[in-house]
């Protein structure tokens, strides 16, 4: 799914009327329909919605969807907050139709004095927000303002209309600076812009972000920013595997990484990954690891495969493994590399890591002490791709300052931008996680992840990323760029199926595991079409911003 600049969706929606005959006010039916249905479905026990509309057509939408909301019989009060002569076009109409019916108390109402005589009205189960939308730019000023600081009395969950009023379409920060609405829900049309992607809009990690389609056609979303959402990539591993599939098929991942010794033990690393890769579809996995570390990793998994490699005194892999005869024994048949987990970084270990980098050709998957390894030697890179490898680097962004030569803090301020520009420099694909993980492609093309939460911050995680990645790549190497995408997306995704009903501060990284199943059988876009860029559809908004939840 693309996501679209504010200008784009504008022009997409002009394109959509113009060339494609489809009246504007039609779309903003369509619109209020999907708002509607969404509230009902959300909040399936509420009886009493509060609508702020403005007057623009986010404001349309909003008075379209009181009016479907009055008919079905739920209690509704709409709120116009502007005079009804400012209003033109299809708002105007959409204010026209709500006023000719008998569906719930209407109020134009132009001073913030006269909002606040209204109080009975925050005593909703649901309060609709579309005041502003895909065309605002910041910050909230007036009557909108002023609305904010009134809905602060209310314990009503709370329902953007295209996006909570105060953020602009086109940010891509995590936040913003200057007043915004609170928002429990969001419901978008069409397509994404980069506020939905990027930001946290939602009071809760788990609240819903949706895109409903309205009637616009393919044809009309046009972007140049090549920007997607990476859950988009999930439909390729909801393909059936064919009946007479048999395990070379899918590829043999090799595991590359492990400490036992002295220097501490990390035998856990790869043993997590390669258990991810095995968990995703990959027809074999081999965990390569020292000698000493053999039997720990062994004992995580009868399934697994495993490789012993020769170890230096303080437990950490040696270059004697290139030795020609060595190098072939253990790289013979695998058709990606992950290497990077619980690698360590001794002079043996760099040694080993850039020499079996540079002696073999397979899709590389890197990771961890692999990174810091390659931070340590950039002129490596070239040889590092190529041929045209594919070559996909997961760093945090303390690796990835490393990576780059900047500050951590420089990295967060602009993970965009030091993403896209680090992997068409260096020709990788670069998985820079985080909150909102992003996926940067070699031709320019960047993925934004919307899944995942905070109890993934503990030590296992990126392992299991890394063997997803891997296992991934074996079954998909003519479609790399996809696979990768769909890994970021489907782990995150499992952490979030872990944690929910759970607690974020108790859950560990293999808790997910469990859960790889049940993410690879969801499916973000449901029967009516809603795309589920964030939560879990049929779950009702967190108790804590509800009204209802509370009766």
Same mark, same amino acid.
């Given at each position: 799914?693309?996501?679209?600049?504010?200008?784009?969706?504008?022009?997409? =929606?002009?394109?959509?009327?113009?060339?494609?005959?489809?009246?504007?006010?039609?779309?903003?039916?369509?619109?209020?329909?999907?708002?509607?249905? &969404?509230?009902?479905?959300?909040?399936?026990?509420?009886?009493?919605?509060?609508?702020?509309?403005?007057?623009?057509?986010?404001?349309?939408?909003?008075?379209?969807?009181?009016?479907?909301?009055?008919?079905?019989?739920?209690?509704?009060?709409?709120?116009?907050?502007?005079?009804?002569?400012?209003?033109?076009?299809?708002?105007?109409?959409?204010?026209?139709?709500?006023?000719?019916?008998?569906?719930g108390?209407?109020?134009?109402?132009?001073?913030?004095?006269?909002?606040?005589?209204?109080?009975?009205?925050?005593?909703?189960?649901?309060?609709?927000?579309?005041?502003?939308?895909?065309?605002?730019?910041?910050?909230?000023?007036?009557?909108?303002?002023?609305?904010? =600081?009134?809905?602060?009395?209310?314990?009503?969950a709370?329902?953007?209309?295209?996006?909570?009023?105060?953020?602009?379409?086109?940010?891509?920060?995590?936040?913003?600076?200057?007043?915004?609405?609170?928002?429990?829900?969001?419901?978008?049309?069409?397509?994404?812009?980069?506020?939905?992607?990027?930001?946290?809009?939602?009071?809760?990690?788990?609240?819903?972000?949706?895109?409903?389609?309205?009637?616009?056609?393919?044809?009309?979303?046009?972007?140049?920013? *090549?920007?997607?959402?990476?859950?988009?990539?999930?439909?390729?591993?909801?393909?059936?595997?064919?009946?007479?599939?048999?395990?070379?098929?899918?590829?043999?991942?090799?595991v590359?990484?492990?400490?036992?010794?002295?220097?501490?033990?990390?035998?856990?690393?790869?043993?997590?990954?390669?258990?991810a890769?095995?968990?995703?579809?990959? *027809?074999?996995?081999?965990?390569?690891?020292?000698?000493?570390?053999?039997?720990?990793?062994?004992?995580?998994?009868a399934?697994?495969?495993?490789?012993?490699l020769?170890?230096?005194?303080?437990?950490?892999?040696?270059?004697?493994?290139?030795?020609?005869?060595?190098?072939?024994?253990?790289?013979?048949?695998?058709?990606?590399?992950?290497? *990077?987990?619980?690698?360590?970084?001794?002079?043996?270990?760099?040694?080993?890591?850039l020499?079996?980098?540079?002696?073999?050709?397979?899709?590389?998957?890197?990771?961890?002490d692999?990174?810091?390894?390659?931070?340590?030697?950039?002129?490596?890179?070239?040889?590092?791709v190529?041929?045209?490898?594919?070559?996909?680097?997961?760093? #945090?962004?303390?690796e990835?300052?490393?990576?780059?030569?900047?500050?951590?803090?420089?990295?967060?301020?602009?993970?965009?931008e030091?993403?896209?520009?680090?992997?068409?420099?260096?020709?990788?694909?670069l998985?820079?996680?985080?909150?909102?993980?992003?996926?940067?492609?070699?031709?320019?093309?960047?993925?934004?992840?919307?899944?995942?939460?905070?109890?993934?911050?503990?030590g296992g995680? *990126?392992?299991?990323?890394?063997?997803?990645?891997?296992?991934?790549?074996?079954?998909?190497?003519?479609?790399?760029?996809?696979?990768?995408?769909?890994?970021? &997306?489907?782990?995150?995704?499992?952490? =979030?199926?872990?944690?929910?009903?759970? =607690?974020? #501060?108790?859950?560990?990284?293999?808790?997910?595991?469990?859960? &790889?199943?049940?993410?690879?059988?969801?499916?973000?876009?449901?029967?009516?079409?809603?795309?589920?860029?964030?939560?879990?559809?049929?779950?009702?908004?967190?108790?804590?911003?509800?009204?209802?939840?509370?009766?």
């Amino acid at each position: 799914m693309r996501v679209l600049a504010a200008a784009e969706m504008q022009a997409c =929606d002009r394109a959509t009327t113009e060339r494609f005959g489809i009246p504007s006010l039609e779309l903003m039916r369509g619109a209020a329909a999907s708002i509607a249905a &969404f509230v009902r479905q959300q909040y399936p026990r509420a009886k009493r919605v509060t609508v702020l509309c403005g007057r623009g057509n986010n404001g349309g939408d909003g008075m379209m969807a009181a009016r479907l909301l009055g008919a079905a019989g739920l209690e509704v009060t709409t709120f116009l907050l502007s005079t009804p002569a400012a209003l033109k076009g299809d708002a105007a109409q959409a204010w026209q139709e709500l006023a000719a019916c008998d569906h719930g108390a209407i109020h134009a109402v132009d001073t913030a004095e006269e909002l606040a005589a209204h109080g009975r009205a925050l005593e909703a189960d649901v309060i609709l927000d579309a005041l502003v939308g895909t065309g605002f730019a910041p910050p909230l000023k007036g009557l909108a303002l002023a609305a904010l =600081d009134w809905i602060k009395g209310s314990r009503a969950a709370v329902v953007a209309v295209d996006l909570p009023s105060g953020w602009a379409a086109d940010a891509t920060s995590a936040a913003v600076e200057g007043p915004v609405f609170p928002a429990d829900a969001v419901i978008t049309f069409t397509a994404p812009k980069p506020a939905h992607v990027f930001g946290q809009l939602t009071r809760g990690w788990e609240q819903p972000v949706v895109v409903a389609p309205i009637g616009s056609p393919d044809e009309a979303i046009v972007s140049t920013l *090549g920007m997607e959402w990476a859950g988009s990539a999930q439909e390729l591993t909801h393909a059936p595997r064919a009946t007479e599939a048999n395990k070379g098929k899918f590829g043999h991942v090799l595991v590359v990484g492990g400490s036992f010794g002295s220097s501490g033990g990390k035998a856990g690393a790869p043993a997590m990954a390669s258990l991810a890769a095995m968990r995703v579809g990959a *027809g074999l996995v081999t965990a390569a690891v020292p000698a000493p570390a053999l039997g720990a990793t062994a004992a995580f998994a009868a399934e697994l495969m495993t490789w012993p490699l020769l170890a230096n005194t303080a437990g950490q892999i040696t270059p004697e493994n290139l030795a020609p005869e060595l190098l072939a024994a253990f790289t013979v048949g695998k058709s990606v590399l992950a290497i *990077g987990p619980g690698l360590g970084q001794s002079a043996d270990t760099v040694k080993f890591t850039l020499g079996l980098l540079a002696a073999t050709e397979m899709p590389a998957v890197i990771d961890a002490d692999a990174l810091n390894i390659l931070a340590a030697n950039p002129d490596f890179f070239p040889t590092l791709v190529k041929g045209g490898r594919t070559v996909v680097l997961t760093p #945090h962004p303390g690796e990835m300052a490393r990576l780059a030569g900047i500050p951590t803090a420089e990295v967060q301020a602009n993970r965009l931008e030091v993403a896209s520009s680090f992997a068409r420099k260096n020709g990788v694909t670069l998985v820079l996680k985080g909150a909102r993980t992003l996926i940067a492609h070699p031709e320019g093309r960047v993925a934004v992840n919307t899944t995942g939460n905070p109890g993934m911050a503990k030590g296992g995680s *990126g392992d299991l990323l890394t063997g997803m990645v891997a296992g991934l790549l074996a079954q998909h190497p003519d479609d790399a760029g996809r696979a990768v995408e769909a890994a970021v &997306f489907l782990h995150g995704l499992a952490a =979030d199926l872990a944690v929910r009903g759970a =607690d974020e #501060h108790t859950f560990l990284a293999t808790d997910s595991l469990a859960h &790889f199943s049940q993410a690879f059988r969801f499916r973000s876009r449901t029967t009516n079409g809603y795309v589920w860029l964030q939560g879990l559809p049929g779950e009702l908004s967190p108790a804590r911003a509800s009204h209802e939840a509370a009766e």
